[in-house]
């Protein structure tokens, strides 16, 4: 049976504060929420502490499965990647005292670079899980369609495969395999184990991967991406993670921000086949 997490990127337009999401994601029945690094920062900056918000969650029933982070661990520029890791270092240390245990690792500076030399990118990524194993959270190589840089998912699958770490392992999302051109049935390819977490949308059949935008994916089930295929074959490689609901669509920030946050539960219950 498949889990549910909330991105918190899913509500982004109601400007609301992590405390209020996390209740919002217990309250619509959410197995686990992932909040974005900036969001965490926020609520320190207010002078509450993170232990506070790892109780919360605790309380609302949910766990923390990672947050979404951007720092430049794969540029070509050392001063730029040594300040990278230690952007890294603090953001994992601020998700082990949440309670998490992944982090998003795409490939922040790097979008527009189409000569980066994957061998050395796979080297930096060592280095990054290397730095994760001190704080017990393992980042993930992003694929972002849209970037130069690892926008396939082979790419992705070539940094961790060739980093050689143990803790290697894929972020994907529907989105981002259709937005980069690749095909799905490369996900059989890989062992769920390494696959934690998983972005999961929809995206209509308009317009095309070329012009598709963030703000264009829609609630699972009501675009044309082969979900049913995709969950199936997570489901034959052992996919035991979370499925992640990361939407853009400012057309869903309308109305009340637990009915979005319900919407979007129920329609990943749909096309999981999962009861509620």
Not at 79 to 91: F, G, N, S, V, Y
Request: charged share 25%; hydrophobic share 40%; net charge negative.
């Amino acid at each position: 049976m498949f889990k549910f997490c909330l991105n918190t990127s899913t509500l982004r337009g109601y400007k609301l504060t992590l405390r209020e999401e996390i209740e919002i994601a217990g309250r619509a029945g959410y197995d686990a929420i992932e909040p974005w690094m900036s969001e965490i920062e926020a609520h320190e900056e207010t002078g509450h502490t993170i232990e506070e918000l790892a109780t919360m969650v605790r309380n609302s029933g949910l766990s923390v499965q990672g947050a979404i982070g951007f720092f430049e661990w794969i540029v070509d520029d050392e001063t730029r990647r040594k300040a990278a890791l230690e952007r890294a270092r603090r953001d994992m240390e601020r998700v082990a005292r949440l309670g998490g245990t992944l982090i998003a690792a795409p490939p922040m500076g790097a979008t527009e670079t189409t000569d980066l030399n994957l061998f050395r990118a796979a080297e930096r990524y060592a280095v990054l899980c290397e730095l994760g194993r001190e704080f017990g959270v393992r980042p993930l190589v992003e694929v972002w369609g849209f970037s130069k840089t690892l926008s396939r998912l082979g790419e992705a699958a070539f940094v961790a495969i060739e980093s050689g770490h143990p803790d290697a392992g894929i972020l994907a999302d529907v989105y981002h395999l259709h937005k980069g051109g690749s095909a799905h049935t490369g996900l059989a390819l890989l062992n769920g184990a390494q696959l934690p977490l998983f972005h999961v949308n929809d995206y209509p059949a308009e317009p095309g991967p070329a012009a598709i935008k963030d703000e264009h994916r829609v609630w699972p089930g009501d675009g044309v991406a082969p979900l049913a295929a995709i969950f199936a074959t997570l489901q034959q490689i052992g996919f035991d993670g979370y499925l992640s609901l990361e939407l853009f669509n400012p057309n869903y920030w309308q109305g009340d921000a637990f009915e979005t946050a319900r919407t979007g539960i129920e329609k990943l219950q749909a096309v999981t086949q999962t009861r509620a």
